[in-house]
Structure formats: structure tokens, C-alpha cells
């Protein structure tokens, strides 16, 4: 669970969400997306970014108002 508070939702907020989900992607997956991009001659930091921002909606967020 991501707690956040709802008065917070800056870009420094969002870009510590999406930090925090690049850590997420890279270490339960991190080796077959490597594997993958080395065979089909793609950017493994692209591949990291564009599954982060997939990964963020898997989260189960709390707002504190």
C-alpha cells in the first residue's frame, strides 16, 4: 500500500511514486527485460520506464485528507 497525502501530489511526489516503481519493476523483473531487450536490439531504460508507469497502477493507494 502507498500512502500519500492528498495535499501532496506534486511533481517531486510523483516523480518519488514513479522512482520508487522503477525499483519495484527492475528487481522482480529486471533480468527478463534485460534478456529481452538485448535480443531485440531495444533500450532496456526505455523498457524500465515505459513497465514502471504500467506497474504504478498496480498499487493499492490510501489518502490521507
Known sequence: MIYLNFTD???EAQERLLE??????VHKF???I???AKEHCTNFETMIEE???K???T???V???
Open 59 to 61: 498499487y493499492t493507494y
Open 34 to 36: 534485460r534478456k529481452y
Open 20 to 25: 520508487s516503481s522503477k525499483e519495484d519493476v
Open 30 to 32: 529486471g533480468d527478463a
Open 63 to 65: 489518502f490521507n485528507i
Open 55 to 57: 506497474n504504478l497502477y
Open 9 to 11: 501530489l506534486s511533481e
Open 51 to 53: 513497465e514502471a508507469l
